[in-house]
């Protein structure tokens, strides 16, 4: 199956600041990366995703970027704001499945 | 959002207990998911289907029973309920020819 790594694994950021959140996969095949936002006690949704044959995606302040040669994709979200904390996770396809990143605590402090 | 549902939203149960979370979603989307949650972890695949009638393991489908007898409801089974168990699970469903997929409200499992 696949593995996804994810880092940091709690993030805290002044309102304004950047944030920038890594994954890694292994499995050269997967073609496929959302990611999610998980509010506490909520479910998670889809912020963003990007496919394989697409380097960069941007909307708005949230922008993802993909290396498929290093096997690793990122989350840049730009001038935070406080209603941006939450947990935020990978994840990548390996077939029909996703495997999904441990997740990233994001804090923006006002 | 509204349109996939899960129940119960809360459930405690004991060790050895048979329980069943139900999962139902109104956009007639082919595939359906069961995911649960635990800290440090992050959301682990159980079971899939791509359809009703096919359904496939995930990541970790141990202890773990679905059926798809129809299109919009995908129960999950824990026959015999384990402390290991505990956690929140999560349905999602996304359509036949796209990835996304959409969550529904999760439902939190206690087994004492």
């Known amino acids: 199956g696949e593995n996804v790594e994810q880092h940091p694994s709690t993030l805290s950021v002044q309102e304004g600041d950047s944030a920038v959140i890594k994954c890694t996969y292994s499995?050269?095949?997967?073609?496929?990366f959302p990611w999610y936002k998980q509010e506490l006690g909520k479910r998670p949704q889809l912020i963003i995703d990007?496919?394989?044959?697409?380097g960069e995606k941007k909307d708005q302040r949230i922008a993802v970027t993909l290396n498929k040669t290093a096997k690793h994709f990122s989350l840049h979200i730009t001038e935070t704001q406080p209603e941006d904390s939450a947990v935020y996770f990978c994840?990548?396809?390996?077939?029909?499945?996703?495997?999904f990143g441990t997740g990233t605590s994001l804090t923006v402090i006002p | 959002d509204a349109g996939i549902t899960q129940s119960p939203r809360y459930k405690i149960t004991e060790t050895g207990r048979q329980v069943t979370l139900m999962c139902h979603q109104t956009?007639?989307?082919?595939?359906m998911f069961w995911y649960r949650q635990d800290l440090g972890h992050g959301l682990r695949l159980i079971y899939y289907?791509?359809?009703?009638?096919?359904?496939d393991k995930g990541e970790v489908p141990d202890g773990y029973v679905v059926s798809r007898s129809k299109t919009e409801n995908f129960p999950l089974t824990l026959e015999s309920a384990t402390r290991s168990q505990t956690s929140v699970y999560f349905c999602?469903?996304?359509?036949?020819?796209?990835?996304?997929?959409?969550f529904g409200p999760g439902t939190r499992l206690t087994v004492t």
């Open positions: 956009w007639s989307h082919s595939y």
């Open positions: 990007i496919r394989s044959n697409v």
């Open positions: 289907s791509a359809a009703a009638d096919i359904t």
């Open positions: 999602a469903s996304s359509e036949w020819d796209s990835y996304e997929q959409y």
């Open positions: 499995d050269s095949a997967s073609n496929y």
């Open positions: 994840a990548a396809t390996f077939g029909n499945q996703f495997y």
